[in-house]
Antibody
Framework: EMQLVESGGGLVQPGGSLRLSCEASGFTFRDHWMSWVRQGPGKGLEWVGS????????QYVDSVKGRFTISRDNAKTSLYLLMNSLRAEDTAVYYC???????????????WGQGTQVTVSS | DIQMTQSPSSLSASVGDRVTITCRAS??????LNWYQQKPGMAPKVLIY???KLQSGAPSRFSGSGSGTDFTLTINSLQPDDSGSYYCQQSFGLPPYTFGQGTKLEIK
């Protein structure tokens, strides 16, 4: 069974840093792009960023560029999100998700982890 | 950036009803459109990918259609378990890969 388990969330002051982890199992981790998606309180879903299979390329939404860094360790089947200079508006549940690309150019997020809460507040 | 607009933002329907949720993209995205279901306190799950392909394990009462800028998620014979929020998401070209704002479905 495919599984993604996030950890590392918590309460942090504005301007602080936090590192989220996502441990994968049940599939060949190194064969897939991976992503982070967040959901603010009572809000919709927002793609945060993605990382290439070998970690050689990353993509980010503009609002986190220069502050967040996505990385991965294929030997440990783990994905990471380093968040610096955190702001109140970064408060959200953060999900890691596998990028599934069954054929052609189409792709989607599946599965998702259970999420980890990040709260930025003084 | 491509903006995704869903309608309605919420709806209430009865068991057995047919429900339709629409999603409109600000630019043509061909068929690069996915639909997710999210229940309260849970992670989203994909229902439909590439606009019309049913994800393995998703109930056959769910179907998707559309291409270009206009897309539809249809739920035939609504079941109590279908309550929750539904999101469209575009996976076209360069990032950001945006979601619609969501549709909250309540079962009467």
């Amino acid at each position: 069974e495919m599984q993604l388990v996030e950890s590392g969330g918590g309460l942090v002051q504005p301007g602080g840093s936090l590192r989220l982890s996502c441990e994968a199992s049940g599939f060949t981790f190194r064969d897939h792009w991976m992503s982070w998606v967040r959901q603010g309180p009572g809000k919709g879903l927002e793609w945060v960023g993605s990382i290439e299979r070998d970690g050689s390329a990353t993509q980010y939404v503009d609002s986190v560029k220069g502050r967040f860094t996505i990385s991965r360790d294929n030997a440990k089947t783990s994905l990471y999100l380093l968040m610096n200079s955190l702001r109140a508006e970064d408060t959200a549940v953060y999900y890691c998700a596998r990028v599934e690309a069954p054929a052609g150019n189409t792709w989607y997020f599946d599965p998702w982890g259970q999420g980890t809460q990040v709260t930025v507040s003084s | 950036d491509i903006q995704m607009t869903q309608s309605p933002s919420s709806l209430s329907a009865s068991v057995g009803d047919r429900v339709t949720i629409t999603c409109r993209a600000s630019h043509s995205i061909s068929n690069f459109l996915n639909w997710y279901q999210q229940k309260p306190g849970m992670a989203p799950k994909v229902l439909i990918y590439a606009a019309s392909k049913l994800q393995s394990g998703a109930p056959s009462r769910f179907s998707g259609s559309g291409s270009g800028t206009d897309f539809t998620l249809t739920i035939n014979s609504l079941q109590p378990d279908d309550s929750g929020s539904y999101y469209c998401q575009q996976s076209f070209g360069l990032p950001p890969y945006t979601f619609g704002q969501g549709t909250k479905l309540e079962i009467k």
